[in-house]
């Protein structure tokens, strides 16, 4: 971020508005995963990193006024509890892509999303429709049609929409960036997944 930019969002207030919403919120999250076992901790500790990256992107002071930025929502109109619903719903997502491509992690990662979860029912709602979706598309590569873990995005986007303000169900638009930017990330966080479950298999 460039100095005058970070003056002009420290200046208006939206820096201290962010530490006071989205950094408690984060912090609140991280005091509860560090209690998990060591490949929970791992893994939802790389959860927390993309979902704060994605909230940064869509509606942080880093890039208010950029072309850059996913959501239009004024940063000021946003509370804890929107980003507890926001981190509550990212975790649920990255838990699910996580355990459908490594199907052993389902137990672990499903008892320790519900552990730090701010919103319990949000995170059982998403994880629901998403087994619901599974059953309908099946969890493999789609050649015609819709694949799994698209739907998930398109999911995700559904209950933000929810939960979120900023996020419109029907806007086509920022559902698509909202989607390049999310599978992108999604990418490098499962390869971070992979190390991490490498990591603890050595140590044993």
């Keep these: 971020m460039r100095p005058v930019a970070y003056l002009r969002a420290l200046f208006a207030g939206h820096i201290g508005h962010w530490a006071q919403t989205n950094d408690v919120v984060v912090n609140e999250f991280f005091a509860r995963i560090k209690n998990l076992d060591q490949l929970s901790t791992l893994l939802l500790r ?7 990256h994605l909230a940064e992107q869509s509606v942080g002071y880093q890039h208010v006024g950029t072309l850059t930025r ?8 946003l509370r804890p509890e929107h980003f507890r619903s926001w981190y509550t719903l990212f975790l649920s997502y990255f838990v699910v892509v996580s355990y459908t491509l490594n199907p052993p ?3 672990i990662l499903l008892r320790s999303l519900f552990e730090v979860a701010a919103n319990r029912e949000l995170a059982r709602d998403f994880i629901e429709a998403s087994d619901r979706k599974a059953r309908e598309l099946g ?52 390869q971070l997944v992979r190390s991490s479950i490498d990591k603890v298999s050595d140590d044993e």
């Design 70 to 77: 996913l959501l239009t929502i004024e940063l000021k109109d």
């Design 105 to 107: 992690l389902r137990k």
């Design 139 to 190: 969890t493999g590569p789609s050649f015609l049609g819709t694949s799994y873990l698209e739907a998930l995005v398109d999911l995700l986007w559904r209950q933000l929409a929810a939960s979120f303000p900023g996020v419109v169900q029907d806007d086509v638009g920022g559902r698509v960036a909202f989607k390049i930017v999310l599978s992108s990330l999604a990418v490098s966080t499962m």
């Design 46 to 52: 790389h959860f927390m990193y993309a979902a704060n």
